[in-house]
């Protein structure tokens, strides 16, 4: 079992930056790819990056490449989303998710990611 709990989401101006953070507890966290994937009132979940068990493979959607880093700490256990030049497109609850045996095939797949967290709500105003 991994528990996983996000932080740093809150209000912020477009054009404006946030870092989230997951901390991860439980099983070996160097084991497990993570995600971010975010869900809009009305929308359905969204992928928005993801990183191997190592950090050194990353993949984010087309939405958000060039405005979003994830990267992850495995000595603390933690991984972060840093947000850059945000929009009010960006709003959403991100949450983020784990998985120990992830195929990189369905890196983007929600389904494939075991373990999550609770979100946290991101909002940007125009």
């Known amino acids: 079992q991994v528990q996983l709990v996000e932080s740093g989401g809150g209000l912020v101006q477009a054009g404006g930056s946030l870092r989230l953070s997951c901390a991860a507890s439980g099983r070996t966290f160097s084991n497990y790819a993570m995600a971010w994937f975010r869900q809009a009132p009305g929308k359905e979940r969204e992928f928005v990056a993801s990183?191997?068990?190592?950090?050194?493979?990353?993949y984010y959607a087309d939405s958000v490449k060039g405005r979003f880093t994830i990267s992850r700490d495995n000595a603390k256990n933690m991984v972060y989303l840093q947000m850059n030049s945000l929009k009010p497109e960006d709003t959403a609850v991100y949450s983020c998710a784990a998985d120990q045996f992830l195929d990189d095939a369905r890196r983007t797949v929600a389904t494939a990611y075991n373990y999550w967290g609770q979100g946290t709500q991101v909002t940007v105003s125009s």
């Open positions: 990183i191997n068990w190592s950090g050194g493979s990353t």
